[in-house]
T-cell receptor
Framework: AQSVTQPDIHITVSEGASLELRCNYS??????LFWYVQSPGQGLQLLLK??????LVQGIKGFEAEFKRSQSSFNLRKPSVHWSDAAEYFC????????????FGQGTELSVKP | DTGVSQDPRHKITKRGQNVTFRCDPI?????LYWYRQTLGQGPEFLTY????????KSRLLSDRFSAERPKGSFSTLEIQRTEQGDSAMYLC??????????????FGPGTRLTVL
């Protein structure tokens, strides 16, 4: 069965510092991997996705993620965090041709210190 | 705004009552999904439709839950005889099925249900 683990429930970084949010997945074949962000009162917004090809993918708002098959990981990174990045971040996995159903991790809440 | 909309945004009900939520997807989208999100957790898949056909239901969707999409446009999710454990955010998403094997889901703001 597919599953996603986000080991860090809450992370605090200083504004301007770099950020890495961890995500590990379990899936028998090559997964489709996603990162979503959720701000209070807002719907989930897709930051980036990985299907195949280049294992380093770029997303919106300056985020990137790297797919590492050997580690079953898809960590999200940003070189310099802005106060507006404070939100909840979710990693998700989908299966090819299974209707787009997504399996989400439990999320990592990001706080940004001034 | 042409995004996914959900109504109501908040619902407070007493245990045992029935509630119904509505989701209006992006107009040209043929797939519609329902997820449930409890506090401190990620969204959990409940069910999805392609046009008016309900193609998959999660084991989380007990007999008290029913979802419809009668004309392939908006969808409703009804919970009968609500229980306190039903308190959660109910999220709707829509997508346009393509040929890539996966399609991007656009999420609505959710309906927050509180069962007293």
């Amino acid at each position: 069965a597919q599953s996603v683990t986000q080991p860090d429930i809450h992370i605090t970084v200083s504004e301007g510092a770099s950020l890495e949010l961890r995500c590990n997945y379990s899936y028998g074949a090559t997964p489709y991997l996603f990162w979503y962000v959720q701000s209070p009162g807002q719907g989930l917004q897709l930051l980036l996705k990985y299907f195949s090809g280049d294992t380093l993918v770029q997303g919106i708002k300056g985020f990137e993620a790297e797919f590492k098959r050997s580690q079953s990981s898809f960590n999200l990174r940003k070189p310099s965090v802005h106060w507006s990045d404070a939100a909840e971040y979710f990693c998700a996995v989908g299966a090819y041709n299974q209707g787009g159903k997504l399996i989400f991790g439990q999320g990592t809440e990001l706080s940004v210190k001034p | 705004d042409t995004g996914v909309s959900q109504d109501p945004r908040h619902k407070i009900t007493k245990r045992g009552q029935n509630v119904t939520f509505r989701c209006d997807p992006i107009s040209e989208h043929n797939r519609l999904y329902w997820y449930r999100q409890t506090l401190g957790q990620g969204p959990e898949f409940l069910t999805y439709f392609q046009n008016e056909a309900q193609l998959e239901k999660s084991r989380l969707l007990s007999d008290r839950f029913s979802a419809e999409r009668p004309k392939g446009s908006f969808s409703t999710l009804e919970i009968q005889r609500t229980e306190q454990g039903d308190s959660a955010m109910y999220l709707c998403a829509s997508s346009l099925a393509g040929t890539s094997g996966w399609d991007e889901q656009f999420f609505g703001p959710g309906t927050r249900l509180t069962v007293l």
